[in-house]
Nanobody, 118 residues
Framework: QVQVEESGGGLVQAGGSLRLSCSTS????????MGWYRQAPGEQRELVAV????????NYADSAKGRFSISRDIYKNAVNLQMNSLKPEDTAVYYC???????????WGQGTQVTVSS
């Protein structure tokens, strides 16, 4: 069982910044992919950004490109999402996602609320 714990959500004005962090109980090098998804009210969950364990490969949603940056911390077994130039449409619950190298199971955090006011 992989434990996933998120932090860093909150309320910010449009144009502001937030940094989300997600720590996991498993070592990063036993992970295939880790990252962030989000879900706004009435909408489906969508990818924001993911990164592989090597840190060499990143994938961003078009809406996140140029504003958000994903990184991983191998010492803390964590993945971070720096969000700049936030917009009201970024308001959503953000979920951390972990896919270990072994097995088919995926792990999700409980979610952290991000609210951007206009």
């Amino acid at each position: 069982q992989v434990q996933v714990e998120e932090s860093g959500g909150g309320l910010v004005q449009a144009g502001g910044s937030l940094r989300l962090s997600c720590s996991t109980s498993t070592r990063i090098f036993s992970i295939s992919v880790m990252g962030w998804y989000r879900q706004a009210p009435g909408e489906q969950r969508e990818l924001v950004a993911v990164i592989d364990a090597s840190g060499r490969n990143r994938n961003y949603a078009d809406s996140a490109k140029g504003r958000f940056s994903i990184s991983r911390d191998i010492y803390k077994n964590a993945v971070n999402l720096q969000m700049n130039s936030l917009k009201p449409e970024d308001t959503a619950v953000y979920y951390c996602y972990i896919k270990p190298r072994v097995g088919d199971r995926e792990y999700w955090g409980q979610g952290t609320q991000v609210t951007v006011s206009s």
